[in-house]
């Protein structure tokens, strides 16, 4: 399968900060990257789809003014929260999505705390 | 009413036994169909896709699926303590490449 990285793979920050996740697709080219939220013991919550070259789709309910993606190219898509609060603290984890059957590779997690 | 349900467990197994994990949909527009594994702490891996009806197997893994039933199943056989995580199924949506997951099934195997 495709193969994805994050970074960093985890961070804390300070309430208030804005912090910037990479994903890297590092094997083919994604022209679609989507990017989750995962709390403990909860379920994988899908939060976007980043298109190349394009704004991103975000699913209701997700703030697309916190939560800042931008996918300049086919191998990188950026998640920028803004203005991070505790509440945010999370498990953040992107997909690329690769050939015609749609199939999702993840990349490996970046954990955020805010403190 | 949920797009994609599991049973959540705990489900417990002895090592060298037969893992079921089932999963439906509600979707009848869904396509394509996907197990992912997930130990704690750690990102999704993908282990099996299926896309037509019947059994697909790889290793020691099978996956099942019914579309008449809206139903998805995995078969783990001779399974290990290795295998002991969260399981999750998830299909598409139609003809969008974007997936729902369950909630997932949580397996120990026990040695």
């Known amino acids: 399968g495709a193969v994805v990285s994050q970074h960093p793979s985890w961070v804390i920050c300070k309430s208030g900060t804005s912090v910037k996740i990479e994903c890297r697709s590092l094997?083919?080219?994604?022209?679609?990257m989507f990017w989750y939220r995962q709390f403990p013991k909860k379920s994988l919550m899908l939060m976007a789809t980043?298109?190349?070259?394009?704004?991103?789709?975000?699913e209701q309910g997700v703030e697309k003014d916190k939560f800042l993606i931008n996918h300049a190219s086919l191998t990188l898509s950026t998640l920028t929260v803004t203005s991070a609060h505790p509440e945010d603290s999370s498990f953040y984890i992107c997909?690329?999505?690769?050939?015609?059957?749609?199939?999702?590779?993840f990349g490996p997690g970046t954990r955020l705390t805010v403190l | 009413q949920k797009e994609v349900e599991q049973n959540s467990g705990p489900l417990s197994v002895p090592e060298g036994a037969i893992a079921s994990l089932n999963c439906t949909y509600s979707?009848?527009?869904?396509?394509?169909f996907f197990w992912y594994r997930q130990y704690s702490g750690k990102s999704p891996e993908l282990i099996m896709s299926?896309?037509?009806?019947g059994d697909k197997e790889d290793g020691r893994f099978t996956a099942q699926l019914n579309k008449a039933s809206q139903y998805v199943s995995l078969l783990i056989r001779d399974s290990q303590p290795s295998d002991s995580a969260t399981y999750l199924c998830?299909?598409?949506?139609?003809?969008?490449?974007?997936?729902?997951f369950g909630k997932g099934t949580k397996l120990t195997v026990n040695p």
């Open positions: 998830a299909s598409t949506r139609g003809g969008s490449e974007k997936l729902v």
């Open positions: 094997d083919f080219q994604a022209t679609t």
């Open positions: 980043s298109n190349e070259g394009s704004k991103a789709t975000y």
């Open positions: 997909s690329s999505a690769g050939g015609s059957n749609h199939e999702q590779f």
């Open positions: 979707d009848r527009g869904s396509q394509s």
């Open positions: 299926i896309y037509s009806n």
